[in-house]
């Protein structure tokens, strides 16, 4: 039997991409018997808390992850109950989630830090103060981020920088500024066309990686990729969960593919199982937590931009 809810965590400061801001991570909690399990609703993919929500609630009371993926398409809602079933299952077996799914033991990551859209002026100042992370990544995805670009450098002279767009350029604006990517030393440029308008990716020059965000989420995805991206975004809310995030790493490697493992805004929870698909991916973003005023209970573990896998008590 599953139970839903939903909840909300306040964010230390606003968060604001191309399409728009947000003070407050809202998210669904399932709970599976003694299994938890998070996903954030975006309305990118037309999701809300209601919609959400109605998904799970209509799902049969002994539903199990064999049937799950035939019950649900890919997304937030699937997410949610599919890391709840493995929490449950974990803590019902007595064992980690990591040893059910026959993977090594998983050990620290470093993830990326987000710099949100704003100002030029804002975002250098937030360059400066962050400049000592390891890995800073910044939300564009407007006609007018040179200034920008260049700020957050004058900010961070000396950091790694990849770049958000969130489908937020044309192939004119991105032809015009890659070469200043390159120049401002950064290293990956995410989405920055369209999902499904995005061909032109594999006609214009790449002088630095792609990673699809929007145009992959899942295995199927990966088709309508070939000879546009260089590097997959593996999300648990685009997946439906830790099982098909899972097999979208193993295919997406075996087809050459380099990895970065994301997450929407939302609490520890969100990212427990995500830390498991992070292991020895390219690029982690897994920054969430570090964005919120209050969190769960029993947070992740941070030190600085390094997370440590979750505690049985928080999930897995």
């Known amino acids: 039997m599953l139970r839903v809810e939903s909840e909300s965590f306040r964010l230390a400061e606003a968060f604001t991409i191309s399409r728009g801001s947000r003070t407050e991570a809202k998210v669904i909690t399932v709970y599976a018997g003694e299994g938890r399990g998070e996903c954030v609703p975006y309305a990118r993919y037309d999701e809300t808390l209601d919609s959400v929500r109605a998904e799970i609630e209509a799902l049969p009371a002994d539903i199990d992850r064999a049937r799950l993926a035939e019950a649900l398409h890919p997304g937030a809602a699937r997410n949610a109950v599919d890391c709840a079933l493995w929490d449950a299952e974990a803590k019902a077996a007595g064992r980690r989630v990591w040893e059910l799914c026959g993977l090594p033991a998983p050990g620290p990551v470093t993830t990326a830090y987000t710099l949100s859209l704003d100002t030029p002026e804002r975002m250098e100042e937030s360059a400066r103060r962050h400049a000592a992370k390891p890995l800073l990544k910044i939300k564009l995805g407007t006609e007018d981020d040179m200034a920008r670009l260049e700020a957050v450098r004058r900010g961070a002279p000396a950091s790694r920088i990849i770049v958000d767009a969130n489908e937020g350029w044309s192939a004119e604006v991105y032809s015009e500024l890659a070469p200043h990517l390159v120049r401002l030393g950064v290293e990956l440029v995410e989405q920055p066309l369209p999902a499904g308008d995005d061909d032109m990716l594999g006609e214009i020059a790449r002088p630095l990686p792609v990673c699809a965000d929007e145009s992959c989420h899942d295995v199927a995805s990966l088709a309508g990729l070939k000879g546009k991206y260089d590097v997959v975004n593996i999300k648990l809310d685009k997946t439906g969960g830790l099982t098909e995030a899972l097999a979208l790493r193993d295919a997406a490697r075996a087809e050459g593919y380099k990895v ?21 991916a390219e690029i982690v973003d897994l920054d969430a937590p570090l964005l919120l005023a209050e969190d769960r209970a029993v947070p992740l573990d941070y030190a600085d931009c390094v997370v440590s896998p979750p505690r049985a008590e928080l999930w897995g």
């Open 260 to 280: 970065m493992v994301g997450c929407m805004v939302g609490s520890s929870l969100a990212m427990a199982p995500a830390v498991l698909v992070a292991q020895g």
